[in-house]
């Protein structure tokens, strides 16, 4: 090493020590009210250390909850002890109250203020944040939809010291079942009334669903970003023409705005196929599930024609020319309809709608998105995974409840749609496609 690297080194050492020299050399010194505090603070600490980490920060944080709550009484109340005459709020005691820790409901006594003057009460923001049982359903819903009975729910809780656990309750089994119930009726609701007007919707999938002994119909939205989104929830099937046409008709009251071109990719029913146009008009484009589309043609064959029948579907359905496409499927329709007439058949039903995003243009990743009803499905599995452990089904109000609280934690799960940056190009599609909408009309098909 020569003797200017050593220099640097060294120089480079010298200075590193000046500036951690004043750090070094610095006392310590606390004012004399905290130091106090903190030294309380620490003797309670040490006081529950050996419930474990959890109970002893439990113990400290009541404490600090309810010094917090003082300051905001002396904030509206000013220094106990002090008269003053132009006070706003007056002192008025303490009462029983509670709030939310670790999944449970402690209680405390919580001070009370009342303007000057008259017997209106002050809210404390503190203790109201602190009380917000939102919080307390929150997690038990979360542990729920985990798969945590709600007879087990309190034995899974983490440990807060046996003096707060002696006197916490909500984790009866009664309790964490009709907080669950109310919390995921809530969800329900929510889901159910949120508005849809301040998006740019740009594709739609809808499909049905078993789910407990109930058939279900659920709606998932993609919006000009690429974010998924649940929209709705009802009971019944996607064949039932009634039930489609409030769905969507609730859909539209609540916001969602086709202008400009939307794309619904759906399962294939006819109740939907009629239904979307008849509520949307125009603007509306329908694409059929491939996947579902292969399924029928493939359930009206033997075993032994499955293979190449299948090839043959997704040879045609891979041909980015959408005039082609539909002259190798009619083909495939000509091949089957002297041995499995209902294959045949069921090829034809609708064979332009699964065409629709090949006239489109759409292609690479966006197409593995649109192709089939496979991100509504994929929210689904999240739906009956959340609920693996219910054993009976009461009614139908009960599964909804399930399964829009299994939608509200499938949106937290959820990452934008592969190919979302060609949304744009899709939306333009779309824009074009409903400004000339004979592109789209089904060609004539020939025996």
Known sequence: MTDKHM??????????????????????????????EVDELTGRFAEHIGEGLMAASVAIGLDVLGQMMQTEVAGLAGPKGRHDADRTHVRHGTEAGSVVLGGRKVPIRRPRVRAAGDASEATLETYQVAHAEDLLAEHMVGAILAGLSTRRYGAALEPV??????EATGTSKSSVSRRFVNATADQFVSLMSRRLDDERWVIMFIDGFTFGDHMLVAALGVTADGTKVPLAVAEGTTENKVLVTRLLADLQDRGLDVTGGVLFVVDGSKALTKGIPTVFGDNAVIHRCRVHKERNVIGHLPDAEHVWVRRKLRQGW??????????????????????????????????AETLTVTRLGVDGALLKTVFSTNPVESMIEIIREH????KRWRDGEMTLRWAAAGMESARSQFRRVKGYRQLPQLAAALKAATTDKPELAEPRITA
Request: aromatic share 0%; hydrophobic share 45%.
């Open 161 to 166: 010291g046996a003096a707060v656990e002696a």
């Open 387 to 390: 609920a693996s452990n219910v």
């Open 318 to 351: 891979a041909n980015p020319d959408p005039a082609a496409a539909h002259t190798e499927l009619e083909a495939l329709a000509r091949a089957l309809e002297r041995k499995h007439p209902g294959a045949a058949a069921s090829l034809r039903e609708g064979l």
């Open 7 to 36: 220099d640097e080194n060294n120089a480079g050492r010298e200075v590193g020590e000046r500036r951690l020299a004043p750090v070094e050399d610095m006392p310590m010194v606390l004012p004399a009210n905290l130091a106090g």
